[in-house]
């Protein structure tokens, strides 16, 4: 049945129907509403709720729940996702499974409170050190918060990744009409006995750790992160066209933003004017040929890509696109967030 | 239906905002629900943004609402020239005294305060709930009924009294917008 939800507590209980049952976390605007669900409700189905003492300790606590195969989570929200990234880092060397959430807001530094999305690189071209990637979805509804929380653990725990998912303020705070799947039956959940430290290895030593000293027992590790990651963007790509078969003016956007840019379509058409959105939902990997074979087709005028950042995922764009077409940005910055109306004007004035 | 609801924090702004999207949920339409967070919200005005819709609802945030209802001073100034061609200007007249310098808008002045404390002392706010009614014609008293129901369910003294606020809301405007 359907509900009304805030987008961070339909997170919360979505993950709860995934069958996670442990979460560390530590306080932070806009993101509050997710520990503070689960600080009860994972009390109720016999989880394990930790505030930790800081970001650093609830992102290693993660490391070590996921380490005993369990279906482990934190968030936070953009200045505290920079200090979970040692962890992050960790945990992908480490090759074990789990879900990160960021509300993302305004920065550099303690920045604002309000939406924005200048954590795109961070999120998707590494944030901690090393050669590896987190798989991040960027949903931009409610529901889709919901139906991509319950998936990520099944994704994580196939790919032994750790699962990245942005949104922002906007969609932290909001609420909207959503479903929430059924409970997931514990029991049939993956088994990981096989790999993890969980006491089930007839009393043989097992390490999880993501030290390699050796420089070709590091490099064919390196070697086997990137052919996971060549699998996963050929099955795990995910994005949304609307109205993109006949646009001659096409925006690429994700999140709300994305939400934003439908409400500058369909004005946009109103006017007669053939605009069409791309919306990715992974950022990484992501959805590169679908920007390229648009960019291909003769009616294709430009692309606009619009971000509440200085522009970061407009490079992914301009990579995709590779010259075929002109890529323009427009961006909001601090927690200003565009209006439809903005969009409508940036296309008209230079149509 | 997109409407934006503003006032100083305590009026009740954002609990109306989420007693319109209970409501449509009860009528089964789409429905989002907006706050403004953050710096603003301390001592200064609060909004809501809430858009309700048999279609999938877009953006969330509104540029051009069909209904703003005010709740202070600051609140009218800051959103009555957004508002729709057409569209619908409400204001708390109890604390709003100043009208509108729109001429293309519906405008309304009901002294919620007044009028609801005469039956519940804090239904300001669903009194307003039920003043709005008439304006949406897609929400039925009886799915405002059960929206308040179901905010109220952990008080269930204070339903009755919500509940004859949101008829004597209703039966206000019915015969303001006639």
Redesign the interface.
Known sequence: M???WKGNEAIAEAAVAAGCRYFFGYPI??QNEIPEYMSWRLFEVGGAFIQAESEVSAINMVYGAAGAGARAMTSSSSPGISLKQEGISYIAGADLPCVIVNMMRSGPGLG???PAQGDYFQATKGGGHGDYHCIVFAPSTVQEFVDITYRAFDVADEYKNPVMIIGD??LG?????AEIPPMRDLSTLPNKDSWAACGHSDGKQRLINSIRFEADELEAFNDYLFKKYEKIAEKETRYEEYYNEDAEYVFVAYG?VA??C??AV?ELRQEGIKAGLIRPITLYPYPSKVINDTAKKHGVKKFITVEMSKGQMVEDVRLAVNGLKPVEFYGRCG?N?M???DLVKFVKEGK | MKIIISGFGGQGVLSLG?FI??SA?EENL??????S???EMRGGTANCSVIYSAEE?????I??PDVLIAFNEPSLAKFENSVVPGGVIIINSDIVHTKTTRKDVKFYEIPVDTLASAINKRGANVYMLGALLPIFKDITVEAATKAIEHVFESKPKVIPANIECLKAGCEYMTKLVK
């Open positions: 359907k509900k009304l605007t806009p604002g409170i309000q303020g906007m705070q909001m609420m909207e009409s709300s939400r934003i439908k409400a369909m927690g967030v209006m439809p109306a | 989420k999207s209970y949920i789409n429905t989002s629900w907006l706050p967070y953050g710096p609802i877009a953006a969330p945030v540029d051009k």
